[in-house]
């Protein structure tokens, strides 16, 4: 049974190795993605963690949500994604806040792009009392929301999120870090789409790296 299982996670593993090895010569680090010095942690349950680092006040992060909604729905199996907003300045802050309240909360997911539509679209939230208005077609009252956002679990949340942008070495929005090791910019990667493109190498390589010890170790 065991050597059974073994052959299932080689022959698994296989086509994401080649993968990667294809792409060596397209995707070079310090041009396509750069790596994070020093590493940050970069599993959750044993799963290579992706990070979106974003900010609803950010155009950009606007432009570039279809593209992460889009891959969210096919990302591969062994991978958690988490979203990281940017603290750059007071007004960053609050949407931060908004958006951590948010999770407390479990609304979240469903209020993202909602969020975003009335930030940058209908420009209709200057304060977490506007945002409380969007969240609330999410069946939350203003007054939860607005508790939410002032809870310890929600300061503990924002002051993490602070400490982890320099670490990851975020210098703008969007950004992504795959694994905690590699960090991946528009700029770099050429385009919002390529980004993920880039990622998924990285995401190949980084599993292709994992399977070695446990091969090693059968």
Not at 14 to 26: F, H, I, T
Not at 89 to 106: C, Q, V
Not at 162 to 185: S, W
Request: glycine share 6%.
């Amino acid at each position: 049974m065991l050597i059974r299982l073994l052959a299932l996670t080689v022959f698994t593993v296989m086509p994401l190795v080649a993968s990667a090895q294809g792409m060596v010569e397209r995707f070079q680090s310090g041009t396509h993605y750069f790596p994070i010095v020093p590493a940050q942690p970069g599993k959750v349950d044993g799963r290579i963690e992706v990070v979106e680092a974003f900010g609803y006040a950010c155009g950009a992060c606007a432009s570039f949500e279809p593209h992460a909604r889009e891959w969210r729905k096919h990302k591969p199996a062994n991978v958690q994604f988490t979203l990281l907003p940017v603290q750059f300045n007071p007004t960053w802050e609050m949407f931060a806040r908004a958006y951590y309240a948010a999770a407390a909360l479990g609304i979240a997911e469903q209020g993202h792009q909602a969020l975003f539509d009335a930030v940058q679209v209908k420009r209709s939230v200057r304060t977490l009392a506007d945002a409380a208005k969007v969240y609330a077609q999410y069946g939350k009252t203003a007054e939860q929301f607005l508790a939410a956002t002032n809870s310890f679990g929600v300061g503990a949340k924002l002051k993490q999120a602070k400490l982890m942008v320099p670490r990851y070495q975020v210098e703008g929005t969007p950004t992504l870090i795959v694994a905690g090791k590699y960090r991946i910019t528009t700029k770099s990667a050429g385009s919002y789409a390529q980004m993920f493109v880039v990622a998924d190498f990285l995401i190949a390589k980084e599993t292709a790296a994992m399977a070695q010890p446990a091969a090693a170790a059968g």
